[in-house]
């Protein structure tokens, strides 16, 4: 069994000629000199961190150098890290689970980012953990999008609530919360179909899912999370902030961060939008989803070998 920490990494190195190769090569030299520093402004902005966090890192880089020119790689990953830290800082996003009443995790996003997988993903971690889980599946626009999900949840023998293609997303949805208030579930994971934030109408829809879910329960949904492809790099930045303007977002999941060198992109995300980040999907298998704790994060990018707990 893989510890978290390894798990973490080798997801994250999977992101082939990632940041930790690219930065772990230099990380690793006895000693640095001018060209190892432009090297790492390269591989930092190749894995897309972003021009202000890639340009804080070079300019301490630069200026340790010019203190002490026996620098070696391990500063410069020790530094690395702590402008990450620095940079993450309040990023780490916790479900904290109600005692009282389901707890409503509602997943939105643009088309493919992701929802559908990471509901499964989610909901399996859930019941792993003890919890009563039902999922929701409110995409009743894409053809097979319903049996997408269920396939999932047999297979994780997970309880699902569903309706008819074409019928009300958020009808489904307020029949899953009394559905999971009747079968004592704790917590209630909708998937919901992707859209783009600049469709005004399917904007709407989403409002008219919290709006159902609030006669049930005025606190509810819980947590709206926007997945987002992490493969997209920085691109996402601009999706995100519209859902969060026209919407308003509890935080992040980030996923597809196994086949991406841009691993570095959800710490630009996070320096715009300053939304809390509570899981990252590795890869298309039920045990790909990770809790986001910044440690296990700063330390797989920069290749310092360290174990964090979760
Ligand atoms: N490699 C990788 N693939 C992923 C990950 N998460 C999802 N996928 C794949 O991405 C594709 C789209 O995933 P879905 O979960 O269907 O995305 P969605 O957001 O529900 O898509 P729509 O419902 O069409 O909007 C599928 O082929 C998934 O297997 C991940 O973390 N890593
Ligand atoms: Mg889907």
Request: proline share 1%; with cysteine; hydrophobic share 40%.
């Amino acid at each position: 069994m893989l510890s978290l920490f390894k798990k973490f990494k080798e997801g994250l190195s999977k992101s082939a000629k990632n940041i930790a190769d690219k930065t772990g090569g230099i990380f690793r030299r006895a000693k640095l000199d001018a060209s190892t520093i432009e090297e790492l402004e390269e591989a930092l902005y190749a894995a897309d961190f972003g021009y202000e966090t890639t340009e804080e890192i070079v300019e301490e880089t630069k200026v340790a150098y010019k203190k002490d020119k026996e620098l070696r790689g391990q500063d410069v990953a020790k530094i690395g890290s702590a402008v990450l830290r620095r940079v993450l800082e309040g990023s780490e996003g916790t479900i904290e689970f109600r005692e009282d009443r389901p707890t409503v995790i509602c997943l939105i996003g643009v088309n493919g980012s992701g929802k559908t997988t990471t509901t499964a993903k989610l909901g399996s971690q859930c019941k792993a953990e003890g919890r009563q889980v039902l999922v929701a599946a409110c995409d009743t626009f894409r053809a097979a999008a319903i049996e997408q999900l269920k396939e999932w949840t047999n297979r994780l023998d997970l309880e699902i609530v569903s309706g008819e293609r074409g019928a009300d997303a958020a009808a489904v949805a307020y029949d899953a919360w009394q559905a999971a208030k009747s079968r004592g579930k704790d917590t209630l994971i909708i998937d919901t179909a992707g859209r783009l934030h600049t469709k005004s109408n399917l904007m709407d829809e989403l409002a008219k899912i919290r709006r159902v879910l609030q006669k049930h329960d005025e606190t509810a949904p819980h947590y709206s999370l926007l997945v987002v492809d992490g493969s997209l790099g920085s691109n996402s930045i601009e999706q995100a902030r519209v859902f969060h303007e026209k919407f308003g977002l509890d935080g992040l999941i980030v996923t597809k961060l196994d086949g991406t060198s841009r691993g570095g992109s959800l710490v630009g995300i996070y320096r715009e939008l300053k939304l809390p980040i509570y899981f990252l999907g590795f890869g298309e298998k039920a045990e790909d989803l990770q809790a986001y704790q910044i440690e296990n994060y700063v330390n797989a990018v920069f290749g310092v070998e360290e174990e964090v707990s979760a």
